[in-house]
């Protein structure tokens, strides 16, 4: 540092800290204590009095002022050794450093810039080290440094969190409209997870979602909503496997009149599976998803994502770990996740996802594809109806479908209450469709429901 920038630093650590020292102050105290902490100043004894100044303040502790606050050091027995042999003459010289109590938010912005600075240069320093001495691998060194230089940048967010609220206070205030990805279903950082058995039709619902949101097209209405970048990560299936029915759904979409634009829809294909236990999968994730900056992001299938060969909470943890990087990394994009179900037990599938039961609790959003009773829905099989059925608590509303049925054109057709039957598919230019060879005759629908082959 400079000895400009040294003396300009100092002269700012002295105002603000000083502001403190003055009882009129006490309107932007809590927005300067919230800006810094004592750690953040460059001298050390400075640092000691603001946390000491911070707590004062805190605790209500009536005027502050450099004689009450000279008064608790000497309880402490702290005056001499803090202050210096010349005790409270350098509080009252901290307290007449002020030019003017209001413009401490702005010496407060110098203190903490150079703080900041400073800590960036720590973990440049750390990474160096590891670069030196080798330390693990090169990959898990960049993910160290990444991680280190993000925390240096989110530092003021977290210092930000609001204090405590009066009931009365927080019920007064409006709800705030949900940031949506798609109205009504997925809102930024929300998490929905999608199981089925095999063969359930989950890999389609989760395509037929990405394909119709990329499109401007509601996932399973007869709705446009603004078009949404998606990012796909297909860690189970072939491009030879995939490809076929996402050229179908996108054909469906532009029959609809809305086309995939490019630039809306990226993915890639990975059946080997990916290992995000691993900082260079993770390291990969996240350069994905910086260069595509997804609004919706799916991954998966779950089990695809560690070769640990475990289920347990032991495998679960450091997958959820990566998932929220690349949440983080993504500035929370809505994400998509398909889970494999347990097999069938005594007759009866259980919905909820193979694996730890940390996978309950983690998702905001999850549901199950499960085959309606015929005896309870005439029909069913023909239909190939489909409940969706919730394996956890929501923690929102959303406008979700009681059913699902086999599509015509896209995979699934969403009925709204059980018992009801489909009324119809999704309404397109029919024209256009037939001349694309998507309408089958009515006799002889397409088994498009049928992830396992095409036809």
Known sequence: MSEERAGALAEAEDAVAGTLLHPEAKDLVPDLINTLAGADFDSRRHGELWDLLSEMWAAGAGSVDPITV????????????????????????????????????AYAEIVREEAQWRALGLAAARTMTAVQ?????????????????????DQQVQRLDDGPEELLDFLDQA?????????????????????????????????????R????????????????????????????????????????????????????FALRMIP????????????WLARMVEQVRPDLISIGSLYKLTTSGKS???????????????RAVSGGAAMLLEAHAPHAHMGKRDLRPIGSSLWMRWPEFGFGLAPADPAKNPGAQELRLMDWVPWRGPRSERDWPAQFCQGVRWPW???????????????????RATAAGLIPAPSAPEPFWDDQQIH
Request: hydrophobic letters at 45%; a negative charge.
């Open 70 to 105: 000279a008064a608790r050091l000497v309880e402490r027995g702290d005056l001499t050794r803090l202050c210096g042999p010349a005790g409270a003459v350098w509080l009252h010289q901290l307290h007449d450093a002020v030019p003017t109590v209001a413009h401490a938010p």
């Open 133 to 153: 001495q080798r330390t693990g691998t090169a990959v898990a060194a960049a993910e160290a440094a990444v991680d280190s230089a993000r925390a240096v940048r």
């Open 175 to 211: 709800d705030d409209e949900p940031e949506w990805v798609i109205p009504g279903v997925l809102a930024r950082w929300d998490r929905l997870m999608i199981t089925a058995g095999e063969g359930g039709g989950k890999s389609l619902m989760l395509r037929q979602i990405l394909m």
């Open 213 to 264: 949101s990329a499109a401007g097209l509601h996932p399973w209405k007869s709705a446009r909503i603004a078009p949404v970048r998606v990012l796909h990560i297909d860690a189970e299936n072939a491009a030879d496997q995939a490809r076929p029915w996402l050229r179908r759904m996108a054909q469906a979409a532009e029959a609809e009149g809305a086309p995939v634009a490019r630039g809306q």
């Open 272 to 283: 080997e599976g990916l290992d995000v236990g691993q900082a260079a999968d993770r390291a």
């Open 312 to 326: 347990d909470e032991e495998a679960a943890r450091p997958v959820m770990a990566a998932l929220e990087m690349v």
């Open 413 to 431: 057709q969403a009925i709204q209450h059980r018992g009801n039957a489909p009324v119809g598919t999704i309404t397109i230019d029919e024209e």
